[in-house]
């Protein structure tokens, strides 16, 4: 294995590893509800509170982290990110005091919000266009991977001998820390803005950035927010059991774990507008498919929507970057965090919408946002590499 291919596979590990922590928090909160009821605290909203926190810290600090990284200022070495990550998580075996385990929460939020613009820089600086496409992908495997893996093995842990069990969580982190600390830990400080920019340019990739931004927020508002509620529509309005809704729901998940390596290798070779607008305009009628069609054709039609509505996740990372080059740091931590906190408004919005018009018209009308997406992908300004040839 070359040196590309070691470091590429060290970074995706890393990635597993902080993305693997945060879905814990999900997974024991049936566990802790009982312990936080003791302590006088019985609302839902404060225990999911929990799991809120944490994607707040991550639309905070990324774009903070990346900034700092973009100035050579501090930025915490990958193998401490993944580290911090495990400890506050892993803590959760032995500590019950709910205000404690909101900032262990934070903690564990801080370390995976630095990881990534860390992460991402560096890909970017050890890359090039002609393969940036492929190593980011290869890179969110690594972090789908370990994201998908942790409810299965959290919840086994808590099964076999409940939150005491979650201790062992912390052995992943500490040997995956220890291998990437065999590796560089942080980007080449480059400066914020290149010396050739002008002003007027520099404005320019701002203004070319906010449309990928937006573009991504929605992708990211219908993806997550639909997630967040298949299962119940599947089996309250769908018919599916509950045991094949939660297989379906999974298989939408590594759909798209899989559509990101995909995409990212064909963005290389087709050009990165192209794909990103393949995806997003399959996405409407697969995305409408889970609702019109009948079974099992909707169902098929699910994983389809899972494919296509992440495929251009790591796109939009390099796209970014490739607009911003001198400030890849924030742009990292910008188009990964923002996104992310919009998911977690959106989830709430749809709640709203299916106390007003019910279920399947509220997660229907999110189709709407997609297609917003496919007007808005023909109208970037970044070329056509196909078109070009």
Not at 56 to 72: F, K, N
Not at 104 to 125: C, D, S, W
Not at 251 to 280: C, H, N, P
Request: overall charge positive.
């Amino acid at each position: 294995m070359n040196n590309l291919a070691k470091r590429i596979a060290v970074l995706a590990a890393g990635h597993g590893a902080v993305d693997f922590y945060l879905p814990v928090i999900s997974a024991a909160l049936p566990v802790l509800m009982p312990i936080f009821a003791v302590q006088g605290i019985t609302s839902y909203a404060m225990a999911g509170f929990l799991v809120t926190v944490i994607t707040i810290t991550l639309a905070v600090v990324q774009p903070v982290a990346g900034w700092l990284q973009d100035r050579g200022g501090w930025t915490l070495g990958a193998s401490w990110c993944v580290l911090m990550t495990a400890v506050a998580i892993s803590c959760f075996a032995f500590v019950q005091n709910y205000w404690i385990l909101l900032v262990l929460a934070v903690v564990a939020g801080v370390g995976n919000a630095i990881f990534h613009p860390n992460a991402y820089q560096q890909i970017y600086q050890f890359s090039t266009p002609a393969n940036r496409g492929t190593l980011l992908s290869v890179f969110s495997v690594g972090g789908s991977f370990g994201y998908g893996a942790a409810p299965l093995v959290a919840g086994a842990l808590l099964v076999w001998a409940g939150l005491p069990a979650l201790i062992y969580l912390i052995i992943p982190g500490i040997i995956v820390a220890f291998i990437i600390s065999r590796f560089p830990q942080k980007p080449v400080h480059e400066p914020a803005v290149p010396a050739a920019y002008s002003r007027e340019s520099s404005q320019t990739n701002w203004r070319r950035a906010g449309l990928i931004l937006g573009i991504s927020s929605l992708r990211t508002w219908v993806y997550y927010g639909f997630l967040a509620f298949a299962t119940v529509y599947l089996t309250t309005y769908a018919g599916v059991e509950y045991f094949f809704a939660t297989l379906f729901v999974t298989g939408m998940f590594y759909a798209g774990m899989i559509a990101t390596l995909v995409a990212g290798i064909s963005s290389d070779k087709l050009g990165r507008k192209e794909i990103l607008l393949i995806s997003y305009a399959c996405s409407v009628p697969v995305y409408l498919g889970i609702f019109l069609l009948p079974a099992p054709l909707s169902l098929l039609s699910l994983l389809a929507a899972g494919f296509f509505l992440m495929a251009p996740a790591t796109i939009e990372i390099a796209t970014v970057q490739e607009m911003m080059p001198g400030s890849v740091g924030l742009a990292s931590g910008i188009v990964i965090g923002i996104p992310q906190a919009l998911s977690a408004v959106a989830i709430v919005a749809i709640g709203v919408l299916a106390d007003t018009f019910g279920m399947p018209e509220a997660l229907t009308m999110q189709a709407v946002l997609m297609a917003a997406a496919v007007v808005l992908c023909i109208f970037l300004p970044y070329p056509m590499k196909l078109w070009r040839k």
